[in-house]
């Protein structure tokens, strides 16, 4: 039967250092010899990789605990240090102390009446304002009694001590050995340990200068064998080698009574040795190199960065159970689904387990085996032990299946899946979808759910993860599930939306089509919807009755469109007004918003998918296409816009004509030069906005401009630079001024002033630019690519700090919001205690609840 | 409004935020019947209880989510020009990290000073009261230095047309210059000043050392007010400043101190305090945000802006400000330089009691956030 199973929570982490004692006493063993296998390549005894620190080797046995490779955890051993050595980390520390003790008594250099008082002024700092205040109030007082050179307690005359980098410790001229660092350290006495932040009993000063060093496990420092045959030893085995060699040497030199000098740099080579073993980035220190000239990767270098053990290894988890592809758009599929290729779905499992009612259909799947779908691919036995289905063991397995047993069966439609994009920016970057098994090989999504993963199909690439057990499937189907986070709680506005097609379809549809009663049920059978009760009795339907279908049946709503004209839902009839961007999009208008808190997240997630298929269809029945006869203009009104870039040009050389004749008013707090500049730029532009309106004022009605009208795609200003005019090109705000001396080009005269000579554009992308044109467009074509470039790391940066700062933040039973320690950061979230994603734009609505409550009111 | 209403409100008074009061009765219609207006308000009450947050809400993470993301949307660009009669301003995502980071040198300090009525509405009044502020010193308004070696005369001839728009005489520039030219005899007309060195004739250098002196000494103005620029907003005129001098500006009598801003957070917390530079804070990144046309909730910046200020010091959301400050030992070292914080946590003993994410993560266990908070008794029978 299964193991019984001992739960333990871990209560908390306690940090400290080792005493020279400790290390002996947990070690498996003392290291003696440097070398590390003996000639049948076995490890030797008291060699660093003696089997009683752990096994790395399949087949041998760990001494100390009897378990086999990959079992056992491994353990440490210790060497005796010849002569005691600095710890590198530890350096700042035995400064402090060195020159806060007396070298006559080595009582703390504070008289004893201000000691007591200071360290209950620290106690007080540590519990009211944390560690890191303590450690600058210990800072503090050690400085203020600092300047001292006679000891108050025994008077003795102070010489001033030195720290030569990295780890060398003068008196005056003479040389403190670590020996004598060590002497020093120990005659501090326990009492006067706190004040400089230690706690009394858990911690000796002289700790920090090592007689006895860890070696840590083998298992912590495996070797890798080549192919060859050969065997390369870790970092750490290297450096570990290093030191157990040179501390021999010293050994036997002290024993034969060899001379100071050799002892000296011995001492020193060993000293090297431990501090590159430990750090190996000192500033001061060259790096420990391997024979090519490889700088080694010793413990400091493991833990830090980004790629170190703790973020990459400890807050940095991997998964099992997912996969990654290409994706590609699905519009027939619902918000909350995603399409999964079947080679997927069949290498991911769910693992179920059989009991007495569900035998009989998980075998089935077992008969299939792991090449059928829907088949399985493994049964896990009560004992724990896994079992591959293959043709040659399906049979046995058919006939042992009892309840109790799991199958690990593939994903069928239905089963829960997490979805993600990097970068996983905000919530919603990782959402549950319920699995649709396709054919293809890309995930397939619905448009509508692009904006919350940032998605676009030029070759994006999604993560899936499928949970495996109860617990994290029911958490990821409540909290997760798209349709639960269609409200952003950035600003409680939805975040999914019709996109694109579905839009422009929405909009013609509400706009102007007019359907016959056969082709309007055609549409709308093909947006699967058979209840077309709601379809008025008509021949003729306008394109709002069938939009109208969609809408529930007592909803009502009034709005304004993405031109500003009202819209107007009564009892779910749209009576006026036109579905656009305004409505549809995400982030925008409040009826997603709105049916989403009368109606629930199921229903409005339901509508969004309807309605984008109704757009599609709309859209794919009537055509839409667009060509470069869309950017052609009415003639009147390519006249017009020459007129105006004409007028704009004329007022800038009469402008510059002033500057140069020195008739120009200088605005306040400008120079004429800058003056001149603005009010070009501003001619210049205002310009170009002009064009941009007369495009979109047009009559003649061009796919392009009815997408740039409902939003779809597409501004103004893309199409007056398509059809009239492109305008100024500006740098940093301003004309372009970069290139030669006195001239952005030699194709201009020096000075010269003119728009088109710093970069005023006066063709359109239509009539095709000029040389000089197009390399002005060039230029800030390349600051934007730069721009963006530099941008998202720095904002990456920002986002970590943020997240880092604020990720223990939360709402208490009580309203406050307290950070890990419980310490007070709002008394009420938000000043007022509200879930922005449960307000509409962080507001709570009392109009509707008036509305209801008195009936319409009129709005002045 | 009618007394049985004002009592219905007053019921409401502790249950509703005041601004929420205060909007449904600017929305009521005022011939509500005291029935219907008993309705309205325990609907909006059902309301706001349905919005309120639940416990255990990661407000912090959803906080740094909606301000992180956005981030990549903004434009880096740091100078800007908002029309032409504007400033230069620092904005975008170099601003936010600006203010984040809690700096202590900002790049473009700015104030914006209102005045009281009437002052307000009196151009003549602003413009020269914006000329007045400006930081002048002396070489600004000097054309020429002159050094007379033979004399051991140093003359210094003024620009007239500057001393007319700075409304100096040089009697007052050599009051306020006579302190720092001690042992010069001085002798002005009304165009220029000559300093007769007293000393030993052949020290040439002491001249020339008393000119670099002079050239920073300051005239008239305030310190730190680099740029003076009067606009019209709305139908009153103010002034905006590039450099600031809060304190000073703020003791004018003619100045409008409950409106009167600066943009450097460390001098607001020191002229007004703790609460002072949350609110700015709150109002700087907001400004930003809004004229980057992002949507972001203000709760979300009061929450980072209420972080940064807990400790009663404006402190930045960096490894030595809020973060330093984390009472776990591992949540620290996940965050940058890891080393110095488990060797510091090591020397004095720390323990790290697992209370915040980070930690739980590392060693695989629940979150003590959201669904990870409750823990579920059941009755075994």
Known sequence: ????????????????????????DMSAGKIVTPELYDREGYPVDGGLMDTRLGVVDPGLVCKTDGLKLKESLGHFGYIELARPVVHIKFVKTIYDLLKATCRGCN?????????????????????????????????????????????PHCEAKQEKIKLEKPYNFYEGETRLSPIEVRARLEKISDDELSIFGFRPGEFRPEWMILTVMQIPPVTMRPSITLESGERSEDDLTHKLGDIVRINQRLFENINAGAPEVIIEDLWDLLQYHVTTFFDN?????????????????????????????????????????????????????????????????????????????????LKEFVQRGPKLYPGANYIIKPDGRRKAITDDTKKEILEELVPGYIIERHLI???????????????????????????????????????????DFDGDEMNLHIPQTEEARAEAKILMLVETQL??????????????????????????????????????????????????????????????VLLPKNFNFSGKDKSGNDVKIVHGILKTGYMDKANLGQESGLMLRNLYEQYGPKSTSDFLGKVSKLGITVLSRRGFTIGIGDMDLL??????????????????YSLIDDFQAGKLEPLPGRTLAETVELRILEALNRARNKSGDLTMKQVKESTAVVMAKCGARGNPLNIAQMAGVVGQQALRGKRIEHGYHDRTLPYFKKKDLSPNAHGFIRNSFKSGLTPSEFFFGAMTGRDALMDTALRTPKSGYLYRRLSNAMQDLKVEYDGTVRDASGRIVQFSYGEDGLDVSRTQNGVVDVMTVIHNVVGEIKRS | MKKDHEE???????????????????????????????????????????????????VGLVSAESIGEPGTQMTLNTFHFAGVSEMNVTTGLPRIIEIFDARKDIKTPMMEIYFKEPHNKKVEFVRSFAAGLKETVFSDIVEEYTLNIFDQVLRVSFNASLLEDFDLEVKEIVKQIKLKSKGFELSHTDKDISFLHKGKPEELKSLYLLKEKLRNVMIKGLKGIRQVLPVKRGDEFVVLTSGTNLKDVLQMKEVDGARTLSNDIHEIHAVLGIEGARQAIINEVYKVVEAQGLNIDIRHIMLVADIMCASGNVKGITRYGVVSEKASVLARASFETPIKHIINAALEGEVDYLTSVVENVMINQPVPLGTGLPGLVTKMK
């Open chain 1, 487 to 548: 409200i952003s709680p950035r600003d409680g506005l939805s975040v999914v939306g019709c996109i694109q097609d579905a839009i422009t379809g929405n909009y013609l549809l509400t706009k102007e089509l007019v359907l016959s009663r056969q082709e309007a049920v055609d549409l709308l059978y093909n947006c699967g919807i058979d209840d077309l009760s709601a379809l008025p009795d008509k021949e003729k339907l306008d394109g709002k009755d069938v939009f109208s």
């Open chain 1, 413 to 455: 439609n239905g089963d829960i899946a997490l979805f993600n994009r990097q970068p996983s920016l905000h919530r919603m970057s990782m959402m549950c979808h319920s699995v649709k098994v396709l054919p293809g090989k890309t995930f397939r999504l619905n448009p509508a759910v692009c904006n919350p993963y940032n998605a």
């Open chain 1, 635 to 652: 003639e009147n009104t390519y006249d017009e816009i020459q007129q105006t870039i004409a007028k704009a040009e004329a007022e800038a």
């Open chain 1, 1 to 24: 039967m299964e193991k019984a199973i001992v739960y333990k929570k871990i209560k908390a982490i306690s940090f400290g250092v080792l005493s020279p004692k400790m290390i002996q």
């Open chain 1, 107 to 151: 009582q703390v250099m504070i008289p004893t009446q201000h000691l007591k008082k200071q360290i209950s002024v620290l106690d007080e700092v540590r519990v009211e304002q944390g560690f890191e205040a303590g450690r600058r109030k210990i800072k503090e007082i050690i400085k203020k009694y600092l300047a001292k050179d006679k000891c």
């Open chain 2, 8 to 58: 219905l409100y007053a019921q409401y008074e502790q249950e509703f935020p005041l601004a929420l009061l205060q909007e449904i009765q600017s929305k009521v219609p005022a011939d509500i019947s005291q029935e219907k207006l008993q309705r309205v308000l325990a609907g909006v009450h059902d309301v706001y209880v349905k919005s309120k947050v639940s416990p255990g809400e990661c």
């Open chain 1, 281 to 361: 980035e000192v500033p001061q220190l060259p790096p420990a190199r391997h024979r090519g000239g490889q700088v080694l990767k010793t413990l400091a270098t493991r833990v830090s960065s980004k790629e170190g053990r703790i973020r990459h290894n400890l807050a940095g988890k991997r998964t099992d159970f997912s996969a990654r592809t290409v994706i590609s758009p699905d519009p027939m599929i619902e918000l909350n689904e995603v399409g999964v290729p079947q080679r997927i779905a069949m290498t991911l499992t769910v693992p179920e387990r059989i009991t007495e009612w569900n035998k009989e259909y």
